[in-house]
């Protein structure tokens, strides 16, 4: 899928450049917009109809908790200070520039001049430093912002535009960091609201504007007459085209589709694989595939207990079971398989099929191995009066049906090979549950971050020691002193080269220890009705951007 | 809720009255109540239990699904929670209380009418409910209204065209009594909005949103009415009355509409407290699959979050909703049926 505008634009820092920019641009009406695919003028009004699939918020501010939910919303009215363009570098958005000191302890950000809140209160210094303590104050009960924050030790307002950070440690993740809505910049005025007012309508300099919030049905948001801060790789300046906005909320798949097709929606997201291999036969039904960053989707081997504190019966598990015919056929296409750690659209991202490889016949060995050499009448091999058997809780929330298929699939072929999985559906809040009781001996668990610090997340051993509520990142549960040095100084090391070694390194560890089998990149796929032009993921987060978008008639 | 004043019955009012009101009964302490106000007040003290029961059941059963509240209530699983975050959460929302504690204090609030403020949502719960009520009682009762049409319309026309329209009706019958709502909701999608396009798929309160929800919603129910319908409509046609009637020279549609009809009705209207019971229940899935707001969808989401004053809040009214009708179809009942009266 390629987009209509690959064309990066610097952002215009000063403010007379914005506005001469602005003016003419709405003079002759975006005449340099590019016109592969979408052929034809942009047309600026309309109200575009999106239904998600994804749960609605419960607030608006993505500071507060922080999911992909409040994501995909949020984009639309808030930005954060940076962007990330589709090779995969940060770009300028709401700071211009930035530098970080020789020890790496300090960064300074300057920002982008003339950048007005949809309440009137001027984008400054002082702005991003009420942001910076919203996310770290605990009554905001943030989390994704907060992990991403965590080494900010102090900010200081410099003067007007300049904002310096101090950081307890270098940390290469900083920009990254930046990048993502759950720290995007909020009017701090608003923010000084009380937080059931700014969970209603959060203000930001964004393109659009929440107007209305009825609860289960829809948000509406109007275009923002002033808007003058797109990011550098905008498709045009000045205010969006789209009048308005009407984001729905439409849990059910094949609602959403019909509604699609019906024309009484434009953008539906959550689009199932069943789906999109429908509208592949649709003239006026076209197809977004847009991987969330982070984490690959994987199946994580719990190693603190038996039998996958046994390395070779983990490789056992992962040769038994036929991943690829069922990602195939189940998939209809629509998901390519990953053997790498981190997703497809990270640019560190380090791969090695040769370990994944679907070997019955290995498996059996490896297991014989092990001394799971006897079978009982069900044909489960046993060892020691045990049975070989894996306890796995699925969440119904984030495993799509295709999913779920292919793990019964996974169930089926892992059987052959003598091991018994016992899939267990659950809702969420009950999954969370089976996890903080170390009931689990495989598990997928989804996670969304920009860059490959997810791996200190996700396979550092400190993350293994659970939160109060006894959830912890690191489900394989892997404790190597050599991974963790690893991580630590990737996270702490900005050149490139070096970081990009350090990383390897780690992948390779967490691959070749077969403490992980990876499935497919997290699936984010987006249908649009042919009149929509300009639609774009946002490289950060793959969350849409409706700022480029117009309705032809 | 608060008790009715007891009616002072007039003097000389006659022992039993037509209108369905039994015989004045004295209480001990000397007050004569009427029979309406008696079983008014039993009927009060019956919902306030029920009540009760109901809060108490949510309030403990939600706690035994595993699951933290203060997990879900930040968002759940992109945003693995900072443990300053889930301290906060459980003070603001006093779930490091002792259960016990925890329990009293919800049960003092709901004494007082005190719903409560939604977890989820971050809103006063009776400010939810008032928002989502009206839409599902809307599709409840219109889904009530098309089931007793399409059940008494089938009942008849079986009744009047032998055996075998009989065959077929039974067999219409048990069919939509045994199809799953989400199942033939998602048919009712595809056929209507996907393949014909005549209405949307995503339901509103207009007229053409309201068709399809109604009919996933009716359809079953109208199975499982027309079952027990068409077989007291047979019954009456082969009564002794109805033999009378047509030897005085009755049609076989006059004896269907002026006789048979009022007893087909009766075990349907019996049936109608538990029928609102079920289509409460079946608006849970079709207000999910119609993208239709209400207090079905609510319910789920609420209860997905363990955001359990809004689990609370809706099965209050439900349980409310519940009530009233039962009472209502009790009163139906004697009124169509005046061998009732006397009992």
Request: glycine share 8%; hydrophobic share 45%.
């Amino acid at each position: 899928m390629s987009f209509p505008f690959r064309t990066p634009r610097r952002a215009v820092v000063s403010a007379a450049g914005a506005v001469a920019a602005v003016v003419l641009l709405a003079g002759c009406s975006a005449g340099g917009t590019g016109s592969e695919e979408n052929a034809g003028e942009p047309v600026s009004g309309g109200n575009l109809v999106y239904a998600t699939g994804d749960a609605e918020p419960t607030c608006l501010d993505p500071h507060v908790g922080g999911n992909y939910p409040q994501a995909l919303a949020a984009s639309q009215y808030l930005e954060p200070l940076v962007s990330k363009n589709d090779d995969g570098e940060i770009i300028p958005w709401l700071a211009g520039e930035w530098q970080e000191s020789e020890d790496g302890l300090t960064w300074t950000f300057t920002l982008r001049e003339g950048v007005q809140f949809t309440d009137g209160t001027p984008l400054n210094a002082e702005a991003v430093k009420a942001n910076i303590a919203h996310v770290q104050d605990p009554e905001t009960a943030s989390s994704t912002g907060y992990l991403a924050l965590q080494k900010i030790e102090s900010a200081e307002a410099v003067d007007d535009l300049t904002l310096k950070l101090n950081l307890k440690a270098p940390d290469s993740a900083l920009l990254e960091s930046f990048s993502m809505p759950w720290v995007a910049i909020q009017s701090p005025k608003a923010l000084e609201r009380s937080q059931e007012e700014n969970c209603a309508a959060p203000v930001g300099t964004g393109p659009f504007i929440v107007e209305d919030w009825v609860k289960q049905d829809s948000i509406t948001m109007v275009r923002n007459e002033n808007y003058n801060s797109p990011p550098a790789d905008a498709a045009h300046e000045g205010p969006a085209y789209l009048e308005s906005i009407t984001w729905k909320f439409i849990p059910e798949s094949a609602t959403r589709y019909a509604a699609l097709q019906a024309g009484e929606v434009h953008v539906i997201d959550n689009a199932q694989p069943d789906t999109i291999a429908a509208a592949e036969n649709n003239d006026v039904i076209k197809h977004l595939d847009a991987p969330r960053p982070g984490a690959s989707n994987r199946l994580e081997l719990n190693t603190s207990k038996a039998p996958f504190n046994d390395p070779l019966v983990r490789e056992a598990f992962v040769r038994a079971v036929n991943v690829n015919d069922g990602v195939s056929s189940l998939f209809f296409g629509t998901a390519e398989r990953s053997y790498s750690p981190l997703s497809s659209v990270e640019p560190l991202g380090y791969s090695d099929e040769s370990l994944f490889g679907y070997d019955p016949a290995e498996a059996n060995r490896l297991l014989d191995e092990a001394g799971w050499t006897e079978r009982d009448a069900e044909g489960y091999r046993v060892k020691d009066g045990e049975r070989l058997s894996l306890e796995f809780p699925v969440s119904t929330n984030q495993s799509i049906p295709a999913e779920q298929s292919l793990f019964e699939q996974l169930q089926a072929t892992a059987k052959e090979a003598g091991f018994e999985i016992k899939l267990n559906l659950l809702d969420l809040s009950s999954w969370y549950g089976a996890l903080a009781e170390n009931d689990y001996n495989l598990v997928s668990a989804p996670y969304t971050k920009v860059g490959p610090d997810v791996l200190r997340i996700l396979f550092h051993s400190d993350s293994t020691v659970p939160a109060p509520s006894g959830y912890f990142a690191n489900l394989s549960q892997v404790k190597l002193d050599e991974l963790d040095e690893l991580l630590t100084k990737g996270s702490e090391t900005s050149d490139p080269a070096d970081r990009a070694a350090l990383y390897e390194e780690a992948q390779k560890i967490v691959l070749e220890g077969y403490y992980i089998l990876p499935l497919y990149d997290q699936q984010n796929h987006f249908l649009y009705r042919s009149e929509v032009s300009g639609l774009r993921a946002l490289p950060t987060v793959s969350t849409p951007a409706f700022y480029d978008v117009w309705l032809n008639s | 809720m608060s008790g009715s004043t007891p009616e002072q019955p007039a003097p000389g009012r006659p022992a039993l009255s037509d209108d369905g009101r039994g015989p004045a009964r004295t209480l001990a302490d000397g007050v004569r109540l009427p029979t309406t106000v008696r079983w008014l007040l039993a009927k009060v003290v019956g919902a306030v239990f029920v009540l009760w029961a109901v809060a108490t059941l949510i309030f403990f059963g939600i706690r035994l699904i595993p699951g933290d509240p203060a997990e879900a209530i930040l968002g759940g699983p992109g945003s693995q929670a900072s443990p300053e975050a889930l301290e906060q959460v459980r003070r603001d929302y006093g779930l490091d209380q002792p259960l016990l504690v925890q329990y009293f204090t919800q049960l003092g609030r709901l004494v007082q009418g005190d719903l409560g403020d939604s977890y989820s949502l971050r809103m006063p719960v009776a400010e939810l409910l008032g928002n989502q009520l009206p839409g599902t009682l809307l599709l409840s009762a219109l889904a009530l209204l098309v089931a007793w049409l399409l059940a008494l319309g089938l009942a008849g026309w079986s009744t009047l065209n032998g055996k075998a329209a009989a065959v077929v009706a039974s067999g219409l019958e048990i069919a939509a009594a045994a199809v799953p709502h989400f199942w033939l909701a998602s048919i009712l999608i595809l056929l209507f909005s996907n393949t014909l396009g005549w209405l949307p798929p995503v339901s509103t309160n207009s007229a053409d949103g309201l068709v399809l929800p109604v009919l996933a919603l009716a359809l079953p129910l109208a199975g499982f009415l027309g079952q027990v319908m068409r077989e007291s409509m047979l019954n009456a046609m082969t009564s002794p009355f109805a033999l009378s009637a047509r030897a005085r020279g009755e049609g076989e549609t006059g004896v269907l509409f002026r006789h048979a009809l009022r007893h087909a009705a009766l075990p349907g209207i019996a049936l109608s407290g538990w029928a609102f019971g079920s289509l409460l229940s079946g608006a849970v899935v079709v207000e999910s699959i119609f993208a239709r707001p209400g207090l079905g969808r609510t319910l789920l989401n609420a209860v997905t979050l363990r955001d359990i004053p809004l689990v609370t809040g809706v099965a209050l009214v439900s349980a409310l909703a519940y009530v009233v009708v039962m009472a209502a179809s009790d009163v139906a009942e004697r009124a169509a049926d005046p061998r009732l009266r006397a009992a």
